[in-house]
């Protein structure tokens, strides 16, 4: 049973930093797509930054620049380094993975296993 368990979040101020990671257990094989997904209260989720199996990385347009996505396959680990974090970068984040070779990774419904999330808050 293939499990993501997110970590690293907490209470920054603005400009501060934080690094999310996310282990994943129940397989020794790389996933073919992984990514951070965040939702703020009434909002829907939205895509934050994923990495392919081909190193392929994407970013949203609001956090270019300041965040930073990577993978450790020897350690079935993904990272976030969230740097400059603003107010509206609170949000519950999620990591999420998917093994099907050819996937679209840009989209949330390619992703079959999801973490139960890590609150990230930024104050002003």
């Known amino acids: 049973q293939v499990q993501l368990v997110e970590s690293g979040g907490g209470s920054v101020q603005t400009g501060g930093s934080l690094r999310l990671s996310c282990t994943v257990s129940g397989t020794t094989y790389s996933s073919y797509c992984m990514g951070w997904f965040r939702q703020a209260p009434g909002k829907e989720r939205e895509r934050v930054a994923i990495i392919g199996s081909n190193g392929v990385i994407s970013y949203a347009d609001s956090v270019k620049g300041r965040f930073a996505i990577s993978r450790d396959n020897a350690k079935n680990t993904l990272y976030l380094q969230m740097n400059s974090l603003k107010p509206e970068d609170t949000a519950m984040y999620y990591c999420?993975?998917?093994?099907?070779?050819?996937?679209?990774?840009?989209?949330?419904?390619?992703?079959?296993?999801w973490g139960l999330g890590t609150q990230v808050t930024v104050s002003s």
């Open positions: 999420a993975a998917t093994w099907r070779v050819g996937a679209y990774c840009y989209q949330k419904s390619s992703y079959d296993y």
